[in-house]
T-cell receptor, first 117, second 114 residues
Framework: NAGVMQNPRHLVRRRGQEARLRCSPMKGHSHVYWYRQLPEEGLKFMVYLQKENIIDESGMPKERFSAEFPKEGPSILRIQQVVRGDSAAYFC???????????????FGPGTRLTVL | AQSVTQLGSHVSVSEGALVLLRCNYSSSVPPYLFWYVQYPNQGLQLLLKYTTGATLVKGINGFEAEFKKSETSFHLTKPSAHMSDAAEYFCAVSAPVSYDKVIFGPGTSLSVIP
């Protein structure tokens, strides 16, 4: 959905460098999900954040990966000391939520395609 | 735990022919089910979703899907394929719990032959 913005769209890093991926949710949305899509595979859940809180990071690799969603500004997915296996498309999705309601639609951004040389 | 399988990683149909993309799910609770489409180098767009109520769900671009609980299936169909339908299609499931982590299937690549 055009309302969710991700930047950069393409990112090239050498092994050992850091990658920072940004996601600006739709206006009024305070829930952000990050997914990773490896080549020829479906999307895999990584982490779910609300403003200033990590709710579920069960899909995040235990090392080198971190995510935040500060009170102000975009959500950041940070990958330290990147390796070739980190090459993938990283998508974020944002969601608004009505009180007491479940499963409101997630709107996906265009993704960041990370290439590690 | 939830999971999704999609039978056939690649499907080819002729323009004007029926499109049928298969999806089966596993869920310990009544699921919410989705179909997303992804065009090359783009994000995902929601085609349709089933939450509760009518089991035949109509979506955008002429697609529809039917939730069959007894078969744990949610197959996607379109009566007549267009060239513009060529894309990657993902079936997905989530559970109506406190938040909505979506579990995606591996995807089916649809090719439309002129």
């Amino acid at each position: 959905n055009a309302g969710v913005m991700q930047n950069p769209r393409h990112l090239v890093r050498r092994r050992g460098q850091e990658a920072r991926l940004r996601c600006s949710p739709m206006k009024g949305h305070s829930h952000v999900y990050w997914y990773r899509q490896l080549p020829e595979e479906g999307l895999k859940f990584m982490v779910y954040l609300q403003k200033e809180n990590i709710i579920d990071e069960s899909g995040m690799p235990k090392e080198r990966f971190s995510a935040e969603f500060p009170k102000e500004g975009p959500s950041i997915l940070r990958i330290q000391q990147v390796v070739r296996g980190d090459s993938a498309a990283y998508f974020c999705a944002s969601q608004g939520r009505r009180a007491g309601a479940h499963n409101n639609e997630q709107f996906f951004g265009p993704g960041t395609r990370l290439t590690v040389l | 735990a939830q999971s999704v399988t999609q039978l056939g990683s690649h499907v080819s149909v002729s323009e004007g022919a029926l499109v049928l993309l298969r999806c089966n799910y596993s869920s310990s609770v009544p699921p919410y089910l989705f179909w997303y489409v992804q065009y090359p180098n783009q994000g995902l767009q929601l085609l349709l979703k089933y939450t509760t109520g009518a089991t035949l769900v109509k979506g955008i671009n002429g697609f529809e899907a039917e939730f069959k609980k007894s078969e744990t299936s949610f197959h996607l169909t379109k009566p007549s394929a267009h060239m513009s339908d060529a894309a990657e299609y993902f079936c997905a499931v989530s559970a109506p719990v406190s938040y909505d982590k979506v579990i995606f299937g591996p995807g089916t690549s649809l090719s439309v032959i002129p």
